[in-house]
Protein backbone atom coordinates (compact mmCIF):
# COMPACT_ATOMS: atom_id res chain seq x y z
CA UNK A 1 0.00 0.00 0.00
CA UNK A 2 1.61 3.44 -0.99
CA UNK A 3 2.26 6.02 1.96
CA UNK A 4 1.39 8.89 -0.93
CA UNK A 5 0.97 9.54 -4.51
CA UNK A 6 3.16 12.48 -5.06
CA UNK A 7 6.60 13.44 -4.32
CA UNK A 8 10.12 15.60 -5.03
CA UNK A 9 13.62 15.37 -4.26
CA UNK A 10 16.73 17.42 -5.02
CA UNK A 11 19.70 15.38 -5.57
CA UNK A 12 23.29 16.70 -5.75
CA UNK A 13 25.60 15.98 -8.57
CA UNK A 14 28.86 14.60 -7.37
CA UNK A 15 32.45 13.95 -8.17
CA UNK A 16 34.23 10.26 -7.73
CA UNK A 17 38.00 9.15 -7.27
CA UNK A 18 39.12 12.55 -5.79
CA UNK A 19 42.41 11.79 -7.56
CA UNK A 20 43.57 8.46 -5.84
CA UNK A 21 40.44 6.70 -5.24
CA UNK A 22 39.53 4.98 -7.76
CA UNK A 23 36.11 3.63 -7.78
CA UNK A 24 35.96 4.56 -3.88
CA UNK A 25 36.51 7.60 -2.81
CA UNK A 26 33.26 10.51 -3.28
CA UNK A 27 32.27 14.04 -2.79
CA UNK A 28 28.36 15.48 -2.81
CA UNK A 29 28.91 18.82 -4.46
CA UNK A 30 26.38 21.87 -3.97
CA UNK A 31 24.51 21.60 -7.27
CA UNK A 32 21.31 19.80 -7.70
CA UNK A 33 18.25 18.27 -9.94
CA UNK A 34 15.18 18.87 -9.11
CA UNK A 35 12.24 16.00 -9.55
CA UNK A 36 8.72 15.24 -8.99
CA UNK A 37 6.43 12.67 -9.54
CA UNK A 38 2.81 11.50 -9.22
CA UNK A 39 1.18 8.33 -9.73
CA UNK A 40 -1.30 8.11 -12.84
CA UNK A 41 -3.86 5.72 -14.15
CA UNK A 42 -1.89 6.32 -17.80
CA UNK A 43 1.40 4.91 -19.24
CA UNK A 44 4.38 6.20 -17.59
CA UNK A 45 5.62 9.96 -18.67
CA UNK A 46 8.61 12.70 -17.67
CA UNK A 47 8.37 16.25 -18.78
CA UNK A 48 11.95 17.69 -18.85
CA UNK A 49 13.53 20.85 -18.48
CA UNK A 50 17.02 21.51 -18.68
CA UNK A 51 20.12 19.25 -19.31
CA UNK A 52 19.04 16.41 -21.48
CA UNK A 53 15.78 18.10 -22.72
CA UNK A 54 16.64 17.13 -26.28
CA UNK A 55 18.25 13.85 -25.94
CA UNK A 56 16.64 12.18 -22.46
CA UNK A 57 13.65 9.61 -23.29
CA UNK A 58 10.12 10.93 -22.21
CA UNK A 59 8.40 7.12 -21.24
CA UNK A 60 9.16 4.36 -19.57
CA UNK A 61 12.69 4.01 -21.03
CA UNK A 62 13.56 6.94 -18.39
CA UNK A 63 16.17 6.19 -15.71
CA UNK A 64 14.46 8.17 -13.44
CA UNK A 65 11.61 6.23 -13.93
CA UNK A 66 13.31 2.83 -14.09
CA UNK A 67 14.99 3.46 -11.14
CA UNK A 68 11.57 4.49 -9.00
CA UNK A 69 10.07 1.18 -10.11
CA UNK A 70 13.11 -0.97 -9.17
CA UNK A 71 12.32 0.98 -5.98
CA UNK A 72 9.04 -0.11 -5.54
CA UNK A 73 9.65 -3.68 -6.72
CA UNK A 74 12.71 -3.67 -3.66
CA UNK A 75 8.82 -3.68 -1.41
CA UNK A 76 6.46 -5.34 -3.42
CA UNK A 77 4.53 -2.35 -4.82
CA UNK A 78 3.51 -1.03 -8.16
CA UNK A 79 1.81 1.54 -9.80
CA UNK A 80 -0.52 1.81 -12.90
CA UNK A 81 1.72 4.90 -14.28
CA UNK A 82 4.13 7.81 -13.10
CA UNK A 83 4.43 11.26 -14.55
CA UNK A 84 8.10 13.05 -14.03
CA UNK A 85 8.53 16.31 -13.76
CA UNK A 86 12.64 16.93 -14.04
CA UNK A 87 14.66 20.52 -13.76
CA UNK A 88 18.01 19.06 -14.78
CA UNK A 89 21.15 21.17 -13.83
CA UNK A 90 24.14 18.36 -13.53
CA UNK A 91 25.52 18.43 -16.82
CA UNK A 92 25.61 14.94 -18.49
CA UNK A 93 28.81 12.89 -19.64
CA UNK A 94 30.82 15.44 -17.77
CA UNK A 95 32.51 13.25 -14.61
CA UNK A 96 29.50 14.76 -11.93
CA UNK A 97 27.42 11.66 -11.37
CA UNK A 98 24.34 12.60 -13.57
CA UNK A 99 23.27 9.20 -14.21
CA UNK A 100 23.75 8.38 -10.12
CA UNK A 101 21.98 11.57 -9.46
CA UNK A 102 18.79 9.95 -11.55
CA UNK A 103 19.55 6.52 -10.02
CA UNK A 104 19.35 8.07 -6.61
CA UNK A 105 16.40 10.42 -7.40
CA UNK A 106 14.06 7.77 -8.37
CA UNK A 107 14.49 5.40 -5.80
CA UNK A 108 14.13 8.53 -2.77
CA UNK A 109 10.32 8.99 -5.05
CA UNK A 110 9.77 5.83 -4.42
CA UNK A 111 10.72 5.64 -0.62
CA UNK A 112 8.47 8.46 -0.13
CA UNK A 113 5.51 6.92 -2.16
CA UNK A 114 5.70 3.74 -0.37
CA UNK A 115 7.13 5.10 3.04
CA UNK A 116 10.61 6.35 4.01
CA UNK A 117 10.77 3.51 6.72
CA UNK A 118 10.01 0.96 4.14
CA UNK A 119 13.87 0.86 2.45
CA UNK A 120 16.25 1.92 4.85
CA UNK A 121 19.69 3.40 3.79
CA UNK A 122 21.56 0.54 4.10
CA UNK A 123 19.31 -1.22 1.30
CA UNK A 124 19.07 2.18 -0.50
CA UNK A 125 22.81 2.24 -1.12
CA UNK A 126 22.76 -1.63 -1.83
CA UNK A 127 20.17 -1.27 -4.76
CA UNK A 128 21.45 2.36 -6.35
CA UNK A 129 25.07 0.52 -6.48
CA UNK A 130 23.23 -2.61 -8.32
CA UNK A 131 21.51 -0.25 -10.83
CA UNK A 132 24.75 1.86 -11.15
CA UNK A 133 27.14 -0.61 -10.96
CA UNK A 134 29.63 1.05 -9.01
CA UNK A 135 28.89 2.88 -5.43
CA UNK A 136 31.51 5.99 -5.95
CA UNK A 137 29.32 8.30 -7.14
CA UNK A 138 26.07 6.80 -5.35
CA UNK A 139 26.94 6.99 -1.70
CA UNK A 140 27.73 10.34 -1.27
CA UNK A 141 24.88 11.55 -3.63
CA UNK A 142 22.91 9.37 -0.74
CA UNK A 143 24.72 10.41 2.33
CA UNK A 144 26.10 13.87 1.46
CA UNK A 145 29.28 14.63 2.61
CA UNK A 146 32.41 12.62 1.44
CA UNK A 147 32.23 8.37 1.38
CA UNK A 148 34.40 5.94 1.15
CA UNK A 149 32.34 2.72 -0.82
CA UNK A 150 33.41 -0.87 -1.21
CA UNK A 151 31.50 -4.10 -2.58
CA UNK A 152 31.50 -7.43 -1.04
CA UNK A 153 29.78 -10.31 -1.82
CA UNK A 154 26.53 -9.11 0.46
CA UNK A 155 26.58 -5.98 -1.80
CA UNK A 156 27.38 -2.29 -2.17
CA UNK A 157 28.39 -0.44 1.32
CA UNK A 158 29.27 2.92 2.47
CA UNK A 159 30.39 5.31 5.10
CA UNK A 160 29.87 9.31 5.44
CA UNK A 161 33.21 11.53 6.66
CA UNK A 162 32.65 15.09 7.42
CA UNK A 163 34.58 17.47 5.13
CA UNK A 164 36.71 19.63 6.65
CA UNK A 165 35.43 23.35 6.44
CA UNK A 166 38.23 24.93 4.68
CA UNK A 167 38.14 22.68 1.78
CA UNK A 168 35.96 24.60 -1.06
CA UNK A 169 34.65 22.96 -4.28
CA UNK A 170 35.57 24.14 -7.56
CA UNK A 171 34.24 23.14 -10.79
CA UNK A 172 35.69 23.57 -14.57
CA UNK A 173 33.73 22.18 -17.29
CA UNK A 174 34.45 22.17 -19.99
CA UNK A 175 32.33 22.19 -23.79
CA UNK A 176 32.48 18.34 -24.66
CA UNK A 177 31.15 15.00 -23.09
CA UNK A 178 33.16 11.83 -22.15
CA UNK A 179 30.80 8.56 -21.83
CA UNK A 180 31.60 7.11 -18.72
CA UNK A 181 31.84 3.77 -20.81
CA UNK A 182 34.06 5.17 -23.29
CA UNK A 183 36.61 6.56 -20.29
CA UNK A 184 36.36 3.63 -18.29
CA UNK A 185 37.01 1.54 -21.43
CA UNK A 186 40.67 3.17 -21.47
CA UNK A 187 41.84 1.68 -18.29
CA UNK A 188 44.47 -1.01 -18.48
CA UNK A 189 43.00 -4.60 -16.54
CA UNK A 190 46.61 -4.59 -14.59
CA UNK A 191 48.87 -2.08 -12.60
CA UNK A 192 52.54 -2.05 -12.21
CA UNK A 193 52.68 -2.64 -7.75
CA UNK A 194 54.25 0.58 -7.53
CA UNK A 195 51.77 2.13 -9.00
CA UNK A 196 49.28 0.45 -6.82
CA UNK A 197 51.17 0.94 -3.71
CA UNK A 198 51.42 4.54 -4.48
CA UNK A 199 47.57 5.14 -4.88
CA UNK A 200 46.98 3.12 -1.56
CA UNK A 201 49.26 5.79 0.06
CA UNK A 202 47.46 8.58 -1.52
CA UNK A 203 44.06 7.58 -1.10
CA UNK A 204 44.78 6.69 2.64
CA UNK A 205 46.45 10.58 3.03
CA UNK A 206 43.30 11.85 0.86
CA UNK A 207 41.07 10.58 3.69
CA UNK A 208 43.36 12.30 6.47
CA UNK A 209 43.77 15.77 4.27
CA UNK A 210 39.76 15.86 3.78
CA UNK A 211 39.08 15.79 6.93
CA UNK A 212 41.62 16.72 9.03
CA UNK A 213 44.03 18.82 7.15
CA UNK A 214 43.61 20.25 3.88
CA UNK A 215 47.29 21.93 3.54
CA UNK A 216 48.08 18.16 2.70
CA UNK A 217 45.45 17.91 -0.25
CA UNK A 218 48.59 18.80 -3.33
CA UNK A 219 50.02 15.61 -2.25
CA UNK A 220 46.94 13.43 -1.40
CA UNK A 221 45.19 14.15 -4.63
CA UNK A 222 48.28 12.73 -6.96
CA UNK A 223 47.21 9.36 -9.19
CA UNK A 224 49.20 7.10 -11.12
CA UNK A 225 46.08 4.69 -11.93
CA UNK A 226 43.26 6.75 -14.13
CA UNK A 227 43.55 9.75 -15.13
CA UNK A 228 46.83 9.99 -17.48
CA UNK A 229 45.67 6.70 -19.09
CA UNK A 230 42.37 8.71 -20.58
CA UNK A 231 44.37 11.85 -21.54
CA UNK A 232 43.30 10.51 -25.32
CA UNK A 233 40.16 11.33 -25.29
CA UNK A 234 40.56 14.35 -22.95
CA UNK A 235 43.45 16.05 -23.31
CA UNK A 236 42.62 19.70 -22.33
CA UNK A 237 41.48 18.21 -19.09
CA UNK A 238 44.87 17.12 -18.16
CA UNK A 239 46.28 20.26 -19.28
CA UNK A 240 43.81 22.25 -17.41
CA UNK A 241 44.85 19.86 -14.70
CA UNK A 242 48.53 20.39 -15.01
CA UNK A 243 48.84 23.86 -15.25
CA UNK A 244 46.38 23.87 -11.71
CA UNK A 245 48.68 21.84 -10.42
CA UNK A 246 51.14 23.65 -11.13
CA UNK A 247 50.13 26.77 -9.30
CA UNK A 248 49.54 24.73 -6.09
CA UNK A 249 46.27 23.64 -6.56
CA UNK A 250 44.63 20.42 -5.68
CA UNK A 251 43.28 19.36 -9.15
CA UNK A 252 42.09 16.17 -9.97
CA UNK A 253 39.67 14.83 -13.01
CA UNK A 254 36.21 14.72 -11.51
CA UNK A 255 35.01 11.47 -11.82
CA UNK A 256 35.77 9.71 -15.17
CA UNK A 257 35.92 12.95 -16.71
CA UNK A 258 35.80 15.29 -18.30
CA UNK A 259 35.16 17.95 -15.76
CA UNK A 260 38.21 19.44 -13.42
CA UNK A 261 37.51 19.20 -9.84
CA UNK A 262 39.73 21.23 -7.90
CA UNK A 263 40.02 21.07 -3.95
CA UNK A 264 40.13 24.66 -3.02
CA UNK A 265 39.94 27.03 -0.11
CA UNK A 266 38.33 30.02 0.26
CA UNK A 267 41.34 31.84 -0.46
CA UNK A 268 42.06 30.39 -3.56
CA UNK A 269 39.09 29.43 -5.28
CA UNK A 270 38.91 32.53 -7.26
CA UNK A 271 42.78 31.59 -9.00
CA UNK A 272 41.02 28.31 -10.79
CA UNK A 273 39.48 30.55 -13.62
CA UNK A 274 42.34 32.82 -14.23
CA UNK A 275 44.79 29.46 -14.09
CA UNK A 276 42.89 28.24 -17.10
CA UNK A 277 42.66 31.51 -18.90
CA UNK A 278 45.83 31.80 -19.21
CA UNK A 279 46.22 28.64 -21.04
CA UNK A 280 42.78 29.56 -23.10
CA UNK A 281 41.35 26.80 -22.32
CA UNK A 282 36.91 27.01 -22.54
CA UNK A 283 36.12 25.63 -19.14
CA UNK A 284 32.84 27.03 -17.21
CA UNK A 285 34.21 27.08 -13.47
CA UNK A 286 32.43 27.14 -10.67
CA UNK A 287 32.78 27.44 -7.40
CA UNK A 288 30.41 25.49 -4.92
CA UNK A 289 29.71 24.11 -1.40
CA UNK A 290 30.02 20.52 -0.29
CA UNK A 291 26.11 19.09 -0.12
CA UNK A 292 26.50 18.03 3.94
CA UNK A 293 22.95 16.83 3.32
CA UNK A 294 22.74 13.90 0.31
CA UNK A 295 19.25 13.65 -1.99
CA UNK A 296 16.71 15.01 -0.02
CA UNK A 297 12.95 13.90 -0.72
CA UNK A 298 9.43 15.02 1.13
CA UNK A 299 6.02 13.49 -0.03
CA UNK A 300 3.01 15.15 -1.03
CA UNK A 301 4.48 18.54 -3.01
Known sequence: ??????????????SANLGPGFDVLGLSLGFYDQLTVEVIDGPDQAIISGEGQAELPTDEKHL????IRKGL????????????????????????GSSSAAIVAGIALARELVGADRISTSDFINLAGQLEGH??????????GMTIAWMNEVGHHAVKLEVHPDV???????DFKVPTEKARGLLPLRIPHDDAVFNISRSSLMVYAMTQDPSLLLT??????????RADVMPDTLRAIAALRRAGLPAVVSGAGPTVLTLASVQS???????LAEQELNF?????SVDQAGVQAVAGR
Do not use: Y
Open 73 to 96: ELVNESVPGLKLVANNQIPHARGM
Open 135 to 144: PDNIAPCILG
Open 64 to 67: VLRS
Open 168 to 174: VPVVSIP
Open 1 to 14: MLAATRASVHVPAT
Open 284 to 288: QTMVL
Open 220 to 229: ATDDRMHQRQ
Open 269 to 275: APQVAGV
